[in-house]
């Protein structure tokens, strides 16, 4: 049984209206309808769409929840320093990407939109404030908040604390109404203890208290980390085998059925696949990279960095293996993309498998064919337009038999459900011969494309090359 939340209303402010702030904060507007919560952004296209629709992204589930409480107690706005003044919380919700220059290159976290924010409060806040790092950041970054929050702390006092999201994309309204826990770091000072009972009891409007973790300021940092690191790791310890199983026709996915049985290891995150995506994983890891040499820990470094070179060796292999069966050339071939997201569920294709496999592909002068049902043509167009000029050609289509049609091969990058139940016929009806198929994420039923004449390759399973003529064996 859930203890009850706080029964006073607090003002909540979220500073970050996207794929973490958004779905967060209309989950505790909808459970706690005491509390007022206002989301703010600087992206002004971002805060119209929250608030006319389409939402700005896709969830399952949430558009349901936003409309349930936008206007009541929920509300988007670019009115920054309004919502900053006006609020006892304030979450930090803002993007933190991989730094892509100086110092750290490649491996540290970039913290400018972070820091922007923190200045921004500093400036503008009066009174106390409870200020929560809700974004991913590198241990010990509270340090840095609270110093420049300190540097302003003549008319205001700032508590902060870490509460790190824990969210799946294309989950995120499940895992939020429903947490396997809720984490909060403090300060271990009587101030800090009690500003993380302020925040832990506005979750306890609808989480039990048991699921409610409270750790000091650099565990619960690290703990996101650390959790992100490990479930990468399982994804690359299960794609290592998947080359291993190519290599020697054991299946993967019996491997992984096999071995998920044993209780201590568990089922979830076993799934063989082009490799993972996602805008935490591989950042986080890289960013447990950095730590590590930063502390003088070379060898720790060096484990955790496999686990993200591991992975693009795996994107790398599938782009490999596909021109391969191209007999070795893709220039001008029309190759069939199916999915671009890094996942099912979600339009989000930050790291998504997906551009470094076509990225490889336009290398090699490939057309690709791409659909997917929820990205747009212009995120795809984007995400893709350094490698456009290299001879390579790329065409949105609307369903995937537009994109199948006259090409060579198809590969399948994303687990949408619609692909499980793709009319195979339709497609091998519309390709060239011979038709080639990959699936990057064993989704196909291999029998009955196999029974149809597909060439097919799958992640870390034996598949049979139909006889001549498209005959079964
Ligand atoms: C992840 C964590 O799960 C979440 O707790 C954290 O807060 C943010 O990072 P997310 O990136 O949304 O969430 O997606 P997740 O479901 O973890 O998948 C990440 C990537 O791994 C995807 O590309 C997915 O397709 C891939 N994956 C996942 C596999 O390849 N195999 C699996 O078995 C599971
Ligand atoms: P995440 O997946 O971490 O939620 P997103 O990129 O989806 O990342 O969302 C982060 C949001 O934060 C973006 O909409 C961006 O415009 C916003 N943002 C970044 N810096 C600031 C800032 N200084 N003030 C307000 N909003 C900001």
Same mark, same amino acid.
């Given at each position: ?11 909540? =402010? ?10 967060? &904060?209309? &989950? ?27 939402? %700005? ?16 107690? $929920? ?21 933190? %990407? ?17 820091? !922007? ?14 200020? /929560?790092?809700? !974004? ?12 420049? $929050?300190? +540097? ?8 902060? @604390? #870490? ?22 770091? #403090? ?48 994804? #690359? #310890? ?17 491997? *992984? ?34 730590? =590590? ?63 470094? /496999?076509?990225?490889?592909? $336009?290398?090699?002068?490939?057309? @690709? ?35 199948? +049609? ?40 291999? *029998? ?26």
């Amino acid at each position: 049984m859930s203890a009850p939340g706080l029964n006073r209303a607090v003002n909540i =402010c979220c500073i970050g209206a996207g794929y973490v702030g958004g779905p967060t &904060m209309a &989950m505790i507007a909808s459970q706690c309808p005491q509390h007022r919560v206002t989301v703010v952004d600087v992206d002004q296209g971002r805060i119209d769409a929250w608030n006319r629709g389409p939402l %700005p992204i896709f969830e399952p589930g949430l558009e349901e929840l936003v409309a349930g409480c936008r206007g009541r107690n $929920l509300f988007f706005t670019t009115q920054v320093d309004a919502a900053i003044r006006a609020a006892e919380i304030i979450f930090l919700a803002v993007n933190t %990407p991989t730094k892509s220059f100086g110092v750290g290159a490649g491996r540290a976290a970039d913290l400018q939109y972070l820091e !922007s924010c923190a200045r921004r409060i500093g400036a503008v806040a009066e009174g106390r404030k409870i200020v /929560v790092e809700k !974004s991913t950041v590198p241990v010990r970054t509270a340090a840095a908040v609270q110093a420049i $929050l300190a +540097a302003h702390a003549g008319r205001a006092s700032f508590e902060v @604390l #870490s509460n790190p999201e824990f969210l799946a994309e294309g989950s995120a309204v499940a895992d939020l109404r429903q947490p396997d826990r809720v984490l909060i770091g #403090s300060e271990r000072t009587a101030s800090g203890e009690a500003a993380a009972e302020v925040l832990a009891s506005v979750y306890a409007g609808w989480v039990p208290r048991d699921r409610i973790l409270t750790t000091n300021l650099w565990s619960s940092e690290l703990s996101k980390l650390a959790a992100n690191a490990f479930l990468a790791q399982r994804i #690359s #310890s299960i794609n290592a085998i998947s080359a291993l199983c190519e290599a020697t026709g054991a299946d993967v996915q019996e491997i *992984a059925h096999a071995v998920g049985r044993d209780a201590r290891i568990g089922s979830r995150f076993l799934q063989a696949s082009v490799g993972f995506g996602g805008s935490c994983f591989q950042k986080d890891i890289l960013n447990l990279v950095y730590l =590590c040499q930063h502390f003088g820990l070379p060898e720790v470094a060096a484990y955790w960095q496999q686990v993200v070179a591991l992975n693009d060796y795996q994107k790398q292999r599938f782009a490999r293996r596909l021109v391969e069966a191209l007999f070795g050339t893709a220039a001008n071939k029309r190759i069939a993309v199916l999915g671009f997201a890094f996942k099912k569920d979600t339009n989000d294709t930050r790291e998504t498998p997906a551009i470094a /496999v076509c990225r490889d592909l $336009l290398v090699e002068r490939a057309q @690709l064919a791409i659909y997917d049902p929820r990205v747009s043509a212009g995120r795809i167009e984007a995400d893709l337009a350094p490698w456009l000029d290299l001879g390579g050609h790329i065409e949105v289509c609307k369903d995937p038999y537009a994109a199948a +049609a006259q090409a060579h091969a198809v590969a399948v990058l994303t687990e949408w459900d619609e692909f499980r139940s793709l009319d195979l016929e339709r497609v091998y009806a519309g390709m060239l011969k011979p038709a080639v198929l990959f699936d990057g994420r064993n989704v196909i039923d291999l *029998a009955a494309a196999r029974r149809l004449g597909f060439q097919l390759h799958a992640i870390g399973r034996a598949v049979p090359e139909p006889r001549l003529g498209g005959a079964t064996r």
